[in-house]
């Protein structure tokens, strides 16, 4: 059994298109987060989730949207996609709020912007 | 003051040797601090933490050591093994509020190869 699932895996696509990805977690938790990792493999948080109520939400341009229909769902919707939106994109989950436990990571959906 | 600075950006050690990854943090407020553990093409995960009441956490050939009026913490891999050759993050979080809240900032990462 998956503990956090992302779709799709892969997604490659032109500058300017609008794409989603989907993240679906099992493990029955409340918080639900996006990262993104760039080509250097730095990591960084864009947004959290507790309870489907936006919890973080850090510098990101707002063409990013994030949207949690229940609180195993997060997904994340990019409009108008640039160049420099490639990377791999995590989603995960922790237990609570704090999130500082264990947070479960997805297997990445790897984004490549031509 | 949200950052947290990781070194080596690259380590290569024989089989049987120790990997030693260190990281360094300016927030005060951080009182989590985990390493997580990529292997290629997979999420992270996390490895072990330490919290900072302690200055040393072992799990079995893993140990963190926490330094905590040097505001450093690192990871020690004894025996490493090729099967532990992964990129390797630190990093930290605040329980306590403020802007560091519910969130962890990680480090660079080490890619760490472990020769047979």
């Known amino acids: 059994d998956t503990a956090v699932s992302q779709t799709p895996k892969y997604l490659v696509t032109q500058m300017g298109n609008d794409k989603s990805i989907k993240c679906e977690q099992n493990l029955g938790h409340d918080t639900m987060y996006w990262y993104k990792q760039d080509s250097k493999k730095f990591l960084k948080i864009m947004f959290s989730y507790n309870n489907k109520e936006l919890i973080i939400n850090e510098t990101v341009p707002n063409r990013f949207s994030p949207k949690s229909p229940d609180k195993a769902h997060l997904n994340l919707h990019i409009n108008s996609l640039e160049l420099g939106d490639s990377a791999v994109y995590f989603c995960?989950?922790?237990?609570?709020?704090?999130?500082?436990?264990?947070?479960?990571f997805g297997p990445g959906t790897r984004l490549l912007v031509l | 003051q949200q950052q947290v600075k990781q070194s080596p950006q690259s380590l290569i050690v024989q089989k049987g040797g120790i990997s030693i990854i260190n990281c360094a943090y300016e927030?005060?407020?951080?009182?989590?601090f985990p390493w997580y553990q990529q292997f290629p093409g997979k999420g992270p995960a996390l490895l072990i933490a330490i919290r900072p009441d302690v200055s040393e956490k072992k799990e079995g050939r893993f140990t963190i050591s926490f330094n905590k009026s040097a505001k450093q913490f690192s990871l020690h891999i004894m025996d490493s093994q090729p099967g532990d050759s992964a990129t390797y993050f630190c990093a930290a979080g605040s329980t306590a509020g403020g802007t560091s809240y519910g969130k962890l900032t990680f480090g660079q990462g080490t890619i760490l190869t472990v020769h047979p």
């Open positions: 995960a989950s922790s237990q609570d709020l704090v999130g500082l436990g264990t947070q479960y």
């Open positions: 927030n005060t407020a951080f009182d989590y």
